[in-house]
């Protein structure tokens, strides 16, 4: 019997993919729920499984190619012909690849973000340790290998890499905010003392209890929604001729992948406990990198936080994730020296960025909106107790 291989539902508003990968090669045998084929959209990136035991028969698209739901990709012919598949397979000679084969094999195994890594920096795919899945080379690999001093193998110069569906689709929404949008980033910096400390003091017990970490996010999501209440022009979006007040807080974290920056959303972020945003942050953090977000994970955000202070960022100016109509900016803590109570004390302070659409929200509802963000950080009682 043939089971057909067919291009799956790939969620609302969204009609075609582009094939990034496929994991097998015509007549190779195949099992049941092993992973055939890469899919990525201009949001998300699925995996198409095989439906049945067998032999990959028919590939009718190849890599880099556009498909639509439902367009049927190859065939798996089951029953006893995979078991004499994998029966020749074993009793193969082992070949030894020569290095350029092997160059080249593992170049098309890397990421755009990695072999763009790779060439910028002269390296030699084949010469770098690969500790992703399936022994994939990751970004932290290459970073290992420049790290260590190692000496670098000369290749070619430059490399012609055509764009990913998602990163065109990234682009296409950053030029289109910046385009539609009457952008305006307003500033402020936050003491960070009293929220360290309150991690530190509860961080034993509540990694216990909850099985997660208790980070700085939660505060900031937390933060972010009490000012949003207050300000409610920074929840809302402009539609045509009409402005939609929203009054559910579904706060947008960006995540940084291998293939590009993704906003997956925790829904109704007011109704939940420090404890379980950080356990659904975890959740969406890790389906990210794995890339098995789904659509539903990524739509519908309100409100956007980006935390550009995991890799070093001091100061940023963010960009709306449209429709929405603001976008608090995260950076890095640093000891500077401040005045407190008329005395200089070295304290960790971070810069917050509120990046808004001047077409809805005010300067003063702006700055408002990030001085209720900043009290809040600084004094979490209030978070507490609703202050």
Do not use: C
């Amino acid at each position: 019997m043939t089971v057909q291989i067919k291009v799956p539902s790939l969620g609302e508003s969204v009609t075609e993919a582009t094939i990034a990968k496929w994991y097998k090669k015509k007549g190779d045998a195949v099992k049941k729920n092993e992973v055939l084929i890469e899919l990525e959209t201009d949001k998300v990136a699925l995996e198409v499984s095989a439906e049945a035991d067998g032999v990959l028969t028919e590939i009718l698209f190849k890599e880099g190619d556009t498909v639509t739901i439902g367009a049927i990709l190859g065939s798996i012919k089951e029953g006893a012909v995979a078991a004499e598949a994998e029966k020749k397979q074993e009793s193969k000679p082992e070949v030894i690849a020569k290095p350029a084969v092997v160059e080249a094999s593992k170049k098309e195994e890397l990421s755009p973000a990695v072999r763009k890594m790779v060439v910028e920096n002269n390296l030699s795919a084949s010469e770098i340790s690969g500790t992703g899945k399936d022994g994939r080379i990751i970004k932290g690999d290459v970073l290992n290998v420049l790290d260590s001093g190692s000496p670098v193998t000369h290749g070619v110069r430059e490399e012609r890499v055509k764009m990913t569906r998602l990163r065109k689709r990234i682009a296409e929404r950053l030029k289109e905010s910046q385009n539609t949008a009457a952008m305006l980033t307003t500033f402020n910096e936050v003491d960070m003392t009293n929220i360290m400390q309150l991690r530190g003091k509860h961080q034993e017990a509540f990694t216990k209890k909850h099985n997660v970490k208790l980070g700085f996010m939660s505060f900031f999501v937390k933060a972010v929604v009490a000012a949003l209440k207050e300000i409610p022009a920074v929840n809302a979006e402009i539609d045509g001729e009409d402005i939609i007040y929203k009054n559910h807080y579904d706060i947008s974290i960006a995540v940084g992948t291998e293939q590009g920056l993704v906003v997956p959303v925790i829904r109704d972020a007011d109704r939940l406990s420090f404890a379980e945003i950080e356990i659904e942050i975890a959740n969406l953090a890790k389906k990210a990198r794995d890339g098995k977000l789904t659509m539903q994970d990524l739509t519908g955000g309100t409100f956007t936080i980006t935390n550009g202070g995991t890799y070093g960022s001091l100061l940023s100016t963010p960009i709306i994730n449209p429709p929405q109509s603001g976008i608090l900016g995260m950076h890095k803590t640093q000891d500077r020296a401040v005045v407190v109570a008329g005395k200089i004390e070295a304290r960790p302070m971070m810069y917050i960025a509120l990046s808004y659409d001047h077409r809805l929200v005010d300067g003063k509802e702006a700055v408002t909106f990030l001085v209720r963000v900043k009290e809040n950080i600084e004094f979490p009682d209030r978070l507490l107790f609703d202050l």
